[in-house]
Nanobody
Framework: QVQLVESGGGLVQPGGSLRLSCAASGFTFSNYVMSWYRQAPGKERELVATISSTGGRLNYADSVKGRFTISRDNAKNTVYLQMNSLKPEDTAVYYC?????????WGQGTQVTVSS
């Protein structure tokens, strides 16, 4: 059974940091491109960051460049999103996604709220 389980969300003040984790099971994690998406209330889901299967290629949305870092540990079947200098506009539900060819797997999401 395929599972992607996000964790690490919560309430943080502006300027603070959070580290999200996404633990994968049920598929060959090291063969999959992994991504983080987010969806704020009333808005469409948007791509935040992507990491290639080996971790050698990274891509970020312009809105998070220089503040967020995506990484993965294929030995632990886990992808991470380090979020620094958080802003209120980063408030959203964050989802991880695994993708390979026509296979797409999504987690259930973790809430991140940036507020004073």
């Amino acid at each position: 059974q395929v599972q992607l389980v996000e964790s690490g969300g919560g309430l943080v003040q502006p300027g603070g940091s959070l580290r999200l984790s996404c633990a994968a099971s049920g598929f060959t994690f090291s063969n999959y491109v992994m991504s983080w998406y987010r969806q704020a209330p009333g808005k469409e889901r948007e791509l935040v960051a992507t990491i290639s299967s080996t971790g050698g290629r990274l891509n970020y949305a312009d809105s998070v460049k220089g503040r967020f870092t995506i990484s993965r540990d294929n030995a632990k079947n886990t992808v991470y999103l380090q979020m620094n200098s958080l802003k209120p506009e980063d408030t959203a539900v964050y989802y991880c996604k695994g993708e390979r060819a026509w296979y797409n797997y999504w987690g259930q999401g973790t809430q991140v709220t940036v507020s004073s």
